[in-house]
Nanobody, 125 residues
């Protein structure tokens, strides 16, 4: 099992910045990639950014150049630095831990997603 705890959300004016943190504990060695997702009211949850154990990153087009995902392996923590925030970034942000591994000789894949409880980010115009 893996536990994920987010922090750092809050209210900020448009153009401002916030940094989200996600502290992981438990069987963290099973995690292949960490990410941040967000869900606005009435919308589906969407990927914001992700980072693999090797440090490769991926961003949604709407945040590229303004958001930065990073990880501190010594602290088992992943961060999301959000700059130049826009009102449309208002959502609950969830930390995600993804596990994927081959489980037998036939190549069957086991995948599982761990989620934090979410942290609210509100950007006022």
């Amino acid at each position: 099992q893996v536990q994920l705890v987010e922090s750092g959300g809050g209210l900020v004016q448009a153009g401002g910045s916030l940094r989200l943190s996600c502290a992981a504990s438990g069987n963290i060695f099973s995690i292949n990639a960490m990410g941040w997702y967000r869900q606005a009211p009435g919308e589906q949850r969407e990927l914001v950014a992700s980072i693999t154990t090797g440090g490769s990153t991926n961003y949604a087009g709407s945040v590229e150049g303004r958001f930065t995902i990073s990880r501190d392996n010594a602290k088992n923590t992943v961060y999301l630095q959000m700059n130049s925030l826009k009102p449309e970034a208002t959502a609950v942000y969830y930390c995600n831990g993804h596990t994927r591994r081959v489980v037998n000789i036939e190549g069957a894949i086991y995948e599982y997603d761990y989620w934090g409880q979410g942290t609210q980010v509100t950007v006022s115009s």
